[in-house]
């Protein structure tokens, strides 16, 4: 059993994984919705990203800094024309809007962009690789998706610790009104959250499309493992959604090398364990609302 | 009295609408008349599996070329497409829809397992002929149904035909699979099985696919440290390029060999980055460049009937599934009906266009075995390795 390799594997698409369960997380920590549309969202930045590189031929970079700024307005657009007019919202009827988000921006890219799988590469050599040690070869793909989960991590850790935005959306998060009393206008909050979400997302979608192919379907199984993920370590925490991921990514690869049949399921096999055992995840504590 | 009479009309007009209704309902219009034979097809025109639906719109070139050269015995093919979306409950809404108000001689094509499977019986009960189903499904042709006539060589034939050139060309001894778990993955495995227990040979790995993984790490690990020297694929497009990408990134390097769902060397080679060049594949048609006069002659056509579509192995398989009717209603001639039809095509002896060699009988309506084994050459090329072969081990032809 190549113990070494599989670790490098189940931690790389693990990290991927939170990364994307990050992007769930932030919306879901500010106002506790979970957002469906998440992966299709991540999935247009991705296609605008193709578009820009296929079409203007413009250098990576340029267009990852469009998509990148294409990313925030489309969060930022999605939270101000589907869930901000909802009259008299429950959590349930926004967590509805944003699955009709979802089939929006999937019929839309189909339309644009067709349902025939395209190809959608980083400017990572995929052939260069690195044996650190003996059996455990590294990719740049890994080492790419490593780098950035840890850059955002301690960007975000900042963020929520240190800025008054990031303490304003803690407080719309614990409690909306009172937030607003206190002056905080939880509207810019809201699209704040939406468009970095929106971001973190469109980062994690160009990753899963570059190892993969890129189609209007091609992030709805990402989202649903990083979904699971964020339930694992705890929809409130994001550091607990990262451990989550690379649990998640690890359970995987090391269940799926002897198993196969199983590794679409054993995941989520393990999470209903987990939710059996600690409702609330890995890494947060159980609370209860008060009436 | 002049109620009387009132009602009595309005009884007598039910009985005529209901009358009318129930004649409507025990018998669809008829396919065909002096000037035409409506034929038609369903196909993803739209939606997830829209890039197969080129086959339908292949079927239609055939049909305008016939049409160009002044139909058949006088009469003109009207073609209907309809788009199924690849949804089953579609497929029966607009073959339904195409049978009752259009009146439709035949289908030909059809893309799809389930979407097939949705329809089959109810065109069976209409007495309505089906040719070439675009699928590779064991239920079309076992056991015979007497409308539906089946061209698709099985997964499980072209397997164990794959599996003998590795074996005896490649000379290759440790063969690993991945394939999807589903009827056409494990069609192929069957195949593959059967074939090695000839050689007394085994699997180095056996390894099923979800078509919806996008993460196959591990089972790439499995193969590389199981020594496969050649690996079958089973798989739909996007599975098979994660498998290629993943096993460059680890260093594993086999010789790739998939079925032909995965032919389409132009889509493929793009979708992987390059990575598809050197892949062995099987395929039921002939290659897009091909010299063979009719090749030459459609290819002709496409592009100066459809020139925005691209020439490639889907489009021209439309080509394949549409021949055997054009040629039985030539055979027929101008007394038309659709037992005559189904006389004329259980009667095919190796009957041959630019796909395999097809010979249907009263009892045995799966039309061939046989499959031709190709190679992604540069650039997306197509390099034939083996011309057509046949299954020996194939038990349904004894």
């Known amino acids: ?291 | 009295m002049k109620f009387r009479n009132k009602a009595l009309f309005s009884f007598i007009a039910v009985l005529a609408v209901l009358s009318i209704a129930s004649v409507t309902q025990a018998a669809p219009p008829v396919g065909f008349d002096d000037n035409e034979i409506r034929i038609g097809q369903w196909g993803p025109q739209t939606g997830p599996a829209a890039p197969w639906g080129s086959v339908a719109r292949g079927s239609k070139l055939l049909f305008d070329i016939v049409n160009e050269e002044g139909g058949i015995h006088g009469r003109k093919i009207k073609y209907f497409i309809r788009d199924d979306m690849y949804n089953p409950a579609q497929t029966a809404a607009v073959v339904k829809e195409l049978v009752e108000r259009q009146g439709i001689f035949a289908f030909v094509g059809g893309v799809g397992s389930a979407t097939g499977m949705a329809v089959k019986d109810y065109l069976a009960a209409n007495k309505i002929l089906w040719i070439g189903p675009a699928a590779a499904d064991k239920d079309f042709a076992f056991p015979v149904d007497p409308y539906l006539f089946a061209v698709y060589p099985l997964y499980k034939d072209e397997g164990s035909i794959l599996t003998k050139y590795i074996v005896d060309k490649l000379k290759m001894k440790k063969i690993g699979i991945l394939y999807q778990n589903d009827a056409y993955g494990k069609d192929g495995l069957e195949g593959v099985k059967d074939r090695l227990a000839t050689y007394k040979m085994s699997l180095v790995a056996e390894i099923p696919v979800e078509p919806t993984e996008k993460d196959l790490a591990s089972q790439i690990l499995r193969l590389k440290n199981s020594g496969a020297e050649a690996v079958l694929m089973y798989l739909t497009p996007t599975p098979a390029v994660i498998a290629l990408k993943t096993a460059a990134t680890v260093g594993f390097k086999p010789q790739w060999v998939s079925s032909n769902t995965l032919s389409d060397y132009p889509l493929m080679f793009k979708i992987t980055g390059g990575l598809w060049e050197g892949v062995i594949t099987g395929a039921f048609g002939e290659i897009p460049d091909s010299m063979n006069p009719l090749m030459v002659k459609y290819r002709e056509a496409a592009k100066r009937l459809t020139p925005e579509e691209r020439w490639g192995i889907f489009y021209s398989a439309g080509i394949v599934f549409a021949d055997p009717i054009v040629e039985a209603l030539k055979k027929v001639g101008r007394n038309l009906s659709t037992e005559a039809v189904m006389k004329a095509l259980n009667s095919f002896k190796n009957y041959q266009t630019i796909g395999p060699k097809i010979t249907w009988t009263e009892k045995q309506h799966q039309g061939t075995d046989s499959v031709l084994i190709q190679k992604c050459g540069p650039g997306a090329s197509y390099i034939t390795l083996q011309d057509w072969t046949t299954n020996d081990l194939a038990t349904w032809k004894k």
Request: aromatic share 14%; hydrophobic share 55%; charged share 10%.
């Open chain 1, 1 to 291: 059993m190549p113990v070494g390799q599989l670790l490098v594997e189940g931690l790389a698409i693990g990290a991927c994984y939170g990364l994307f369960a990050t992007a769930v997380v932030i919306i879901y920590k500010t106002s506790e919705v979970v957002n469906f549309a998440q992966g299709e969202m991540a999935m247009f930045s991705s296609f605008v990203a193709f578009h820009i590189l296929s079409v203007y031929q413009l250098p990576f970079w340029a267009a990852f800094v469009i998509t990148m700024i294409f990313s925030i307005l489309l969060g930022i657009l999605i939270e101000y024309f589907f869930l901000r007019p909802a009259k008299h919202p429950s959590i349930l009827g926004l967590i509805v809007i944003t699955l009709g988000a979802e089939m929006f921006l999937m019929g839309l890219a189909g339309w644009k962009w067709g349902a025939e799988q395209k190809f959608f590469s980083l400017p990572l050599d995929p052939s260069l690789t690195y044996e650190p040690v003996k059996g455990m070869i590294i990719n740049n793909w890994a080492i790419a998706v490593f780098a950035v989960t840890t850059c955002i991590m301690l960007l975000l850790y900042v963020f929520f610790k240190y800025t008054r935005l990031g303490v304003a959306m803690r407080a719309t998060q614990q409690n909306k009104h009172a937030a607003k009393i206190m002056g905080i206008r939880t509207e810019r909050v809201l699209s704040f959250a939406w468009g970095s979400s929106s971001l973190i997302g469109a980062i994690a979608g160009m990753f899963f499309a570059s190892r993969a192919t890129l189609d209007p379907a091609f992030m709805m199984e990402p989202f649903l493992r990083a979904f699971a993920a964020a339930v694992l370590g705890g929809l409130m925490s994001i550091p607990g959604v990262i451990i989550g991921g690379g649990l998640m990514g690890l359970i995987e690869n090391f269940f799926g090398y002897y198993w196969p049949q199983w590794k679409p399921i054993i995941a989520f096999i393990v999470i209903i364990l987990v939710l059996c055992l600690r409702p609330s995840g890995l890494f947060t504590k159980h609370f209860v609302k008060k009436v």
